[in-house]
């Protein structure tokens, strides 16, 4: 299931916490994809708290807590680790990282606090949501089988990568619009892993996030650049990426196109690509301004100049992905879309 649609059942599954219907749910993917990520995300979006706990790295007594003696009985002491509404928050994510690198006796502990929302004495409180993420056995990590009392405690989804969500999230969390214009040319490289291979650097939706890193720290020494590019996404993305930026001096006044000056569009297609995700990122930061209708009405108009229209399509689409509907009360909104009415916008 591609990211856009596994965020909008993890947020119904944490609002379903409260009422009693919440399912826990386990997201199965390679490394780098982003399932910590997509955890996080709700958590930030409802301002709540994250649990994470990592079972490969715990005895199954660091979960069930040590016993000791109460008179002529045997209680456990509840591991402060695990979700108190006193000590964290009334409501949050209690998050099973690396579940399926957890050895069996480990995860044999969480069957009870998965299915039954307790492990002994302890309580899961009401209104905490339980995701869990793992790799596939096939993804050369160190995985253990998820056995079937584990796995049916759960509603399992795959992460696929889907460019379109990586793009929208890119803008919204300022990664380097290089590297997006990249991903828009080269876009079978947002997540390229093979696992026969055992690569030790690949490119990853998590990686192209190290190497928008490694951009902003090293882009004025030429000398590393590429180095560290490729130490983030693999030798052969590392130096695509890094021949992709030193081609962009080429590219037109940026500020010219949002001041409406007419200029032509490049005619190289990785310029175009690059060109698309500049003005992108020109429009997020020109729409609190005082011009910033105008400034999009431009960029539309520049987007209708492009030879082949799906590029146009692909800008607006972009635009309209990081800044909403708010670009369709822009008048030149609609003198675009009927200029390309046959073209159909994709979601």
Not at 274 to 282: D, I, T
Not at 283 to 293: C, F, K
Request: aromatic letters at 8%; glycine letters at 6%.
């Amino acid at each position: 299931m591609r990211p856009a649609q596994l965020l909008r059942v993890l947020d119904r599954e944490f609002l379903s916490a409260a009422d009693g219907h919440h399912t826990p749910v386990m997201l199965w993917g390679p490394p780098g994809v982003g399932k910590s990520q997509m955890v996080a995300q709700i958590a930030e979006r409802h301002h709540v708290p994250v649990t994470d706990i990592r079972l490969s790295q715990m005895e199954p007594s660091d979960l069930r807590g040590i016993p000791f003696r109460v008179g002529e009985q045997v209680e456990w002491a509840i591991p402060a680790i695990l979700p108190s509404a006193e000590r964290h928050a009334t409501a949050g994510i209690l998050f099973l990282d690396e579940i399926t690198s957890a050895p069996p006796a480990v995860s044999a502990a969480a069957y009870q606090l998965i299915l039954d929302r307790r492990l002994g004495e302890y309580q899961v409180p009401e209104h905490w949501a339980i995701f869990a993420a793992g790799n596939r056995q096939g993804d050369r990590g160190v995985t253990y089988s998820m056995p079937a009392p584990l796995a049916n405690r759960f509603s399992h989804f795959e992460v696929d990568t889907h460019l379109d969500d990586w793009v929208a999230w890119a803008y919204a969390t300022g990664i380097d619009e290089r590297i997006i214009a990249f991903l828009r040319f080269r876009p079978e490289l947002l997540f390229d892993f093979d696992p026969a291979h055992n690569p030790i650097a690949f490119p990853s939706p998590r990686s192209w996030e190290f190497a928008h890193r490694a951009l902003q720290k090293f882009q004025d020494e030429p000398s590393l650049l590429q180095g560290t590019l490729q130490a983030c996404v693999g030798p052969a993305a590392g130096i695509e990426v890094t021949a992709f930026v030193d081609s962009l001096d080429q590219m037109p006044d940026l500020d010219a196109i949002c001041n409406g000056e007419e200029l032509s569009v490049p005619k190289e297609i990785d310029l175009q690509y690059a060109v698309a995700a500049a003005l992108v990122s020109k429009a997020i930061g020109a729409r609190t301004g005082d011009q910033g209708q105008q400034v999009l009405g431009n960029i539309l108009s520049y987007a209708g100049l492009f030879p082949q229209r799906e590029m146009g399509v692909m800008l607006v689409s972009d635009l309209h992905r990081a800044i909403g509907n708010e670009l369709f009360e822009v008048p030149a909104f609609a003198d675009w879309a009927n200029a390309i009415a046959d073209v159909m916008l994709y979601d």
